[in-house]
């Protein structure tokens, strides 16, 4: 069970003195700091912390659940705590997924910089294991948390304990067997090599040893020959099965006998299906493997909400982080929401409400340093801009010095007006999405037409969303509430609205620490300065779809609001899809999702919008379904939309298909469970009760889902061998989302975790799918085995 961690543990001065342990600060606000012993366990995978040296000690962090360490200087908080703390004294442990950061400042600059250095060490050290590395630390860890007296050995006692942890329900008499067979020092307890052995008992694949025994001629190892065999007709790699059976037996055979020969043993089959190369998510589609020419339009683009919020719409924090945090997972379309401020510095903020504010320099200064981290392809700032002629020149301004080169301030010179630029011409530039002003050849927005507009604006009241505010608010309430964004045309009369106990006036500066706010109209005039940066991304009011056609040119932006948009769909879904093929379009949440949820992007991808804005900071199927369909493409943020989404004669709707697109049999079998984690809300002793819920979405005639039958009392290797079969109409569409829950008969199932991915991605044949935890983060060695095939849908050819 030793690695290369474990040698570091005993060798490594700053790890050393971190497992003697350190007192240091824990800052959680301006007024929050409290002092906490923080102390690296002897496993070094885990930091404890209590309050003080001698007291008692409980988990704080895994260092897999860490993503990166900050210096002190780059902690938003910190950095407002300086007249108290000098910042070399601080640090950041940033973390994956929506966990907030962990900010701490330690006594010395020096014992800071031991455990930046120690956690940072840890946490590449964690990254660059490989797999059977990664499960020989899993297992070292299980060991340390079953040892419950820290002897180095285990009891039978202690092995029980750990079964429950572990998720298993097991016969006593069995487990005593598994361990006796394991105790080959028959000391009564296990120690290292011995505890590895258990765990492989308890881990025994009978159904992949079943697998490998359909194709092996001996039951021992599969002949290259055999494992070719298995690779074409199961795996489906056909004319590659060759190439890839030799591939495969020199990465993953662990005999060096077994490579020499060109054969491949149980132990090397089973390493090969958990592997990268026997994962669902086909490895051809995880770097940027699509056509990155066409013009922009011509792609879907990941794209964030309110951006700058990390919880609600109305009292919610507004940071840089969410910045980061959207940055960082790949989102090209983020959200400035920019209001006069004091000092004549605009701030960000969500305007109406409580929420807090940050200046708009901070925010650029931000984007400067992470927008091309993630993505090399072209950043979009939806600047919402509700600022005074004289904080609009200041924004001009900042836009200018801070984002420097990155910023697009000119037309690509070869490029005609004709069509929009490709994401390739516009790599690691920066694209301003806002008002400009209009020359004097373009068509204005007549009257007559501005008035009906007004008439038919949408409430943004999604029915069914908030079912019990439907029948509660009157029109004139839903009207308050509804937030029109800055690019639409007609502002929210808000005369009041009531919220968290506040009444938020017309007259902004009524609200308590609100004497900086602006009540400009949404039809503030920007100033020359600002206009100019807005080059091939003009925001304007959405008329009809045949004024569009007729007025607008290709690089005209209109947004919708989910309702809006949700309703031209059911109504005119051709007219909105062949629109959406000749400009880009943004659509936003409603203005009653308060809490910050989300709607399902994918009825809006159906019809080819391009920036579905989520709000990136809530967890749930909708941001599954975000995250995982831009896992594509290298995470590069923007995906090719299908061929019939970008033909501006395209006869495609999504509500009303006219005769099937290629329409596939999936078949999906949900074989077993392997090392399901415990839901939060359960205690130790509890084991779950597993099932697996095979959604698919895509069009509203493809969107389907069916769940296998719950196994008892089993976490740990649950097996369910049930097939489905879904017909797909649509399949480049088309996302596939598995999720494992604990069921429950007196409430709803919990959520354990779960995996989503796209149709184009989707890897035939057996296949483990790696689960990941409700924020996104991985759940390893958690998985599933499923066994998947698509075919042709005989009866549609044959019609």
């Not at 904080?391 to 001009?396: E, I, W």
Request: aromatic fraction near 10%; charge should be negative; include cysteine.
């Amino acid at each position: 069970m030793a690695s290369q961690i474990q040698d570091r543990l005993t060798t490594d001065q700053d790890l050393l003195l971190m497992q003697e342990g350190t007192m240091m600060r824990k800052v959680r606000t301006k007024t929050w700091k409290k002092p906490r012993y923080f102390k690296l366990q002897s496993d070094g995978m885990t930091v404890w912390h209590a309050r003080q040296a001698e007291g008692i000690a409980k988990p704080t962090f895994s260092i897999s659940d860490v993503e990166t360490i900050r210096k002190g200087h780059d902690s938003e908080l910190l950095r407002c705590l300086t007249e108290e703390f000098p910042l070399e004294q601080g640090f950041t442990i940033v973390f994956h997924g929506r966990r907030p950061n962990l900010d701490l400042v330690a006594n010395s600059v020096e014992e800071a910089q031991i455990w930046m250095r120690g956690l940072q060490l840890l946490v590449d050290l964690v990254t660059s294991l490989n797999y059977q590395e990664q499960l020989d630390q899993w297992v070292s860890e299980w060991f340390h948390r079953g040892d419950r007296n820290q002897d180095g050995r285990m009891s039978f006692e202690e092995a029980q304990r750990l079964l429950h942890l572990m998720n298993v329900e097991m016969d006593q008499e069995y487990a005593l067997n598994l361990f006796q067979e394991a105790n080959v020092s028959q000391s009564d307890t296990l120690e290292g090599e011995e505890f590895v052995q258990f765990y492989k008992a308890l881990t025994k694949r009978t159904e992949v040893e079943q697998l490998f025994e359909n194709f092996s001629s001996d039951g021992q190892k599969l002949t290259l020959l055999e494992f070719v065999d298995f690779l074409r007709e199961e795996q489906k790699e056909k004319d590659h099965a060759p190439d890839l059976a030799l591939e495969f037996i020199d990465l993953y055979e662990p005999s060096e006998s077994g490579r020499l020969l060109h054969v491949m043993s149980k132990d090397g089959f089973l390493r090969y299906l958990c592997s990268k190369d026997g994962n669902i998510f086909n490895p051809d589609c995880l770097p940027v493997y699509q056509d990155m020419t066409y013009p922009l339009n011509h792609y879907y683009i990941n794209s964030s909400h309110n951006t700058y919020l990390l919880r609600d719409q109305l009292c919610g924090q507004s940071s840089v982080e969410g910045y980061i945090r959207a940055l960082k997972r790949g989102c090209r379309c983020v959200e400035v929401d920019v209001w006069d401020g004091p000092g004549g510095e605009p701030i960000v903020y969500h305007g109406h409400t409580l929420t807090s504010r940050i200046l708009f320099k901070d925010v650029m200064a931000t984007i400067a340093q992470y927008a091309f981290q993630s993505s090399d392809y072209p950043l979009i700032l939806s600047l919402e801009n509700h600022c005074s002629w004289e904080q609009q020149q200041t924004l001009a301004q900042h836009l200018t010095d801070i984002l420097g080169e990155q910023l697009l301030n000119t037309t690509i010179d070869e490029l005609l007006m004709d069509k929009l630029p490709s994401p390739e011409q516009l790599q690691r530039k920066i694209l301003v999405k806002g008002k400009k002003l209009r020359a004097i050849e373009d068509i204005e927005v007549d009257e007559e037409e501005e008035e009906e507009l007004e008439k038919d604006e949408d409430s943004d009241v999604d029915p069914g969303t908030y079912p019990e505010l439907d029948t509660q608010l009157q029109p004139e309430s839903q009207e308050l509430v509804s937030g029109n964004k800055d690019d639409e045309v007609v502002a929210c009369p808000m005369s009041c609205l009531l919220i968290c106990g506040h009444i938020l006036a017309q007259d902004p500066s009524t609200i308590p620490g609100s004497s900086f706010l602006s009540n400009q109209d949404s039809r503030t005039i920007s100033c020359p300065d600002l206009s100019a940066l807005v080059v091939y991304l003009r925001t304007v009011p959405f008329c009809s779809f045949i004024h569009s056609k007729e007025n607008y040119h290709i690089y005209d932006v209109s947004s919708f609001s989910e309702t809006k948009a949700r309703n031209l769909i059911r109504e005119e879904g051709n007219e909105f899809v062949q629109h959406n093929a000749r400009q880009l379009c943004r659509v936003y949440p409603s203005g009653l999702r308060t809490d910050s949820s989300n709607f399902h992007p994918q009825e809006f991808w159906n019809a080819g919008c391009h920036m579905v804005a989520m709000n990136m900071q809530t967890a749930g199927s909708a941001m599954d379904i975000c995250d995982g369909f831009f896992r594509q493409n290298g995470g590069s943020g923007y995906v090719l939309k299908p061929e019939f989404l970008c033909d501006i004669q395209s006869s495609f709707n999504p509500e009303r298909l006219i005769s099937p697109y290629k329409a596939k049999i999936l078949l999906v079998q949900v074989i077993s469970g392997q090392q399901l984690p415990k839901v939060d809300n359960i205690k130790e002793s509890s084991i779950v009760d597993p099932l697996v819920k095979v959604e698919l979405f895509g069009v509203p005639e493809d969107t389907r889902q069916q769940e296998t039958n719950y196994v008892e009392n089993n976490g740990f290797n649950p097996y369910w061998g049930q097939t489905f079969c879904f017909r797909v109409q649509v399949p480049e569409l088309a996302i596939l989302r598995f999720v494992v829950k604990d069921y429950s008969w007196t409430s709803r199932n919990n959520f354990i975790g779960q995996y989503t991915l796209p149709w184009t991605c989707v890897k035939q044949g057996y296949r483990h799918i790696s689960l990941l935890s409700r924020d996104g983060t991985s759940l390893h060695p958690a998985s599933i085995f499923v066994y998947i095939c698509m075919r042709e849908d005989l009866e549609v050819d044959e019609s």
